[in-house]
């Protein structure tokens, strides 16, 4: 019986300790979830500051007071594992309990709070302060701790005062890298320019040129919509390439230029798709699919589409014979013969050579009759 006992008593004193380090590993990890969370919420633009203050605290508080009371559940069951004692001793010990999670987790919270309102508090100092050194100072010292929103903040103040002077290169350069990571791309670009355009030999204008661009290539939408910062972001990055040439950075704005490219091409290429599925409705869509086809082959010659593109140019001057009056078949047949030796030429392999054969064994019989 004594040995029982004491094996039930170790068995609840291990399932206790478990316990114990599983809820401190949850409570690691929901901290960490809290201050993501946090974090998250300071990059919302649309925020006012004092929102976001809220709104981080909240969610953080919200995540640790979630850990704290998994802790406590821990500790009810080893209180009834680690011993069965009477109802009267388990609402006593409860009690207790119950006491020293309301402390530990009033503390966690008054700690995060501490934690949060001393930074929020300097920075409302650093805002309100007319040192503007001071000020440099501390949007320096929040870049370096990745608060973006801060710095650029902040440095919008500085840069107008410290125009003309030593200080003003830096200042303009760092509100620019604040606004490029923290994702806003539109802003940054902006700052760039202005950067490369006052500071035309500056310390940063090669990387200033370069983020310029590539924060057009990192903020390209999706080809269906419209791509105008895809072509401002061609346009930069080949300025950088021409002003750069040996830059490290060259190989890494190529394969942007590629990229976005390609993003046009395909744009064009479902846009002639999209006549050639239209056919003869309301006129010869064929006609405007093989031109949007052919200008997107024209001007992006090295795009990986370019089969894709070839393919419907051949597809659509089949179709066209295929549907033209009787006078018109035989030639335009003859274009379509053209059209799939031009293709066979340059892809021979193509996946798609049994589709250009069975298009060219039509026309040929056509032509051949």
Do not use: W
């Amino acid at each position: 019986m004594l040995i029982h006992g004491l094996t039930g008593m170790d068995t609840a004193i291990n399932a206790g300790a478990i316990a114990i380090v599983s809820s401190l590993l949850i409570l690691t990890a929901k901290f960490e979830c809290g201050r993501e969370n946090f974090n998250n919420t300071f990059r919302q633009k649309s925020l006012p500051f004092s929102k976001k203050m809220n709104q981080g605290a909240a969610a953080t508080a919200l995540h640790l007071i979630h850990a704290a009371n998994l802790a406590f559940f821990s500790l009810i069951m080893i209180i009834i594992h680690r011993k069965p004692p009477r109802r009267q001793e388990i609402f006593i010990t409860l009690h207790s309990a119950i006491d020293t999670y309301m402390t530990i987790r009033n503390f966690l919270i008054i700690m995060l709070c501490a934690t949060v309102f001393s930074s929020c508090g300097e920075y409302q100092r650093a805002q309100k302060s007319t040192d503007y050194d001071y000020k440099l100072d501390f949007a320096k010292r929040a870049f370096e701790q990745k608060k973006y929103v801060q710095a650029a903040t902040i440095l919008q103040d500085v840069i107008t005062v410290f125009k003309g002077t030593d200080k003003a290169e830096d200042a303009l350069y760092l509100l620019a890298l604040s606004n490029y990571e923290n994702k806003d791309y539109i802003n940054s670009g902006a700052y760039f320019k202005t950067y490369y355009n006052r500071y035309p030999r500056g310390k940063y204008a090669e990387l200033a040129r370069f983020y310029s661009g590539y924060g057009y290539y990192l903020d390209s939408p999706d080809p269906q919509l419209d791509q105008s910062d895809t072509m401002k972001g061609i346009e930069e990055l080949q300025a950088f390439l021409d002003y750069y040439p040996k830059s490290d950075k060259v190989s890494i704005a190529q394969n942007a230029i590629f990229e976005l490219q390609d993003k046009l091409t395909l744009k064009e290429l479902q846009n002639a798709q999209l006549y050639y599925n239209l056919g003869n409705y309301m006129g010869n869509n064929y006609e405007a699919a093989i031109i949007v086809a052919q200008n997107a082959i024209k001007n992006y010659p090295y795009s990986r589409y370019k089969e894709d593109l070839e393919l419907l140019v051949l597809k659509s001057r089949y179709q066209e014979a295929s549907q033209s009056v009787d006078e018109k078949k035989a030639q335009r047949f003859r274009d379509v013969i053209d059209e799939y030796y031009s293709f066979i030429n340059n892809y021979p392999d193509s996946p798609n050579r049994k589709e250009a054969d069975n298009i060219l064994k039509i026309a040929q019989n056509y032509v051949n009759e």
